[in-house]
């Protein structure tokens, strides 16, 4: 197994653009996660997918970001009508359904809104 | 609330041990995690304890649990100059194990 893999690596957009990400998880993970980091913070929990379900999402995923994971293998996260606000590292991990629930993380998609 | 808390930085000579702290909140927390961050790349996992563990070693590290304090270690031994990164304690928002609550990372330099 290749680990978790995003695409693209980075992405610059102008604002009140729509961009989308790519995640995959390590093949036999049942659980999918969305997380954003930026500078000299850690990531932040955005949303979470157990096989197709979204179980839970953040108060941090305002209604312009939606996440699906339409077959239980890929996810993809959108943005819509970027903001200069929305420029951070996106983070995507995959875990196990059982403990210790080790979330292993992807390389990340870093956004650029100008 | 949830909250983690670290100590920004931290400097270290090589061959020396380094000791990483921090402290949580949610008692609630079944694991607790140590994550790398090199720069530009994506956080990798290093070790994690249960909750009911006081101490786990593995190879170099060793991670020490107070759970009346709410308090977590993760001490370095040997530190090499590979070791300089960034350093994120985590843990978990519920007993489910579903997200992961951070803390804003300690920057470990390692100078030889």
């Known amino acids: 197994d290749t680990g978790v893999s995003q695409d693209p690596r980075h992405k610059i957009t102008k604002r009140g653009q729509n961009v989308t990400f790519r995640c995959d998880p390590i093949?036999?993970?049942?659980?999918l996660y969305w997380y954003r980091q930026t500078l000299g913070q850690g990531p932040e929990f955005l949303t979470y997918f157990q096989n197709e379900a979204q179980l839970e999402k953040s108060r941090l995923l305002s209604d312009r970001f939606s996440a699906e994971r339409p077959k239980g293998s890929f996810s993809t996260l959108e943005i819509q009508r970027t903001e200069q606000g929305d420029s951070a590292m996106y983070l995507c991990?995959?875990?196990?359904?059982?403990?210790?629930?080790?979330?292993?993380f992807g390389p990340g998609t870093r956004l650029t809104v100008t | 609330g949830e909250d983690v808390e670290q100590s920004l930085f931290l400097s270290v000579r090589e061959g020396d041990s380094s000791v990483i702290n921090c402290t949580y909140t949610?008692?609630?927390?079944?694991?607790l995690y140590w994550y790398k961050q090199e720069p530009g790349a994506g956080l990798q996992l290093l070790t994690y304890i249960f909750s009911n563990m006081d101490m786990k070693q593995d190879q170099r590290l060793t991670v020490l649990l107070n759970k009346k304090d709410k308090h977590l270690s993760l001490r370095i031994a040997d530190t090499q100059t590979g070791d300089s990164a960034i350093y994120f304690c985590a843990e978990t928002l519920n007993q489910a194990g579903t997200a992961l609550i951070f803390g804003k990372g300690t920057t470990l330099s390692v100078s030889s």
């Open positions: 991990a995959s875990s196990a359904i059982q403990g210790p629930y080790e979330q292993y």
């Open positions: 949610d008692s609630s927390s079944t694991y």
């Open positions: 093949s036999e993970h049942n659980r």
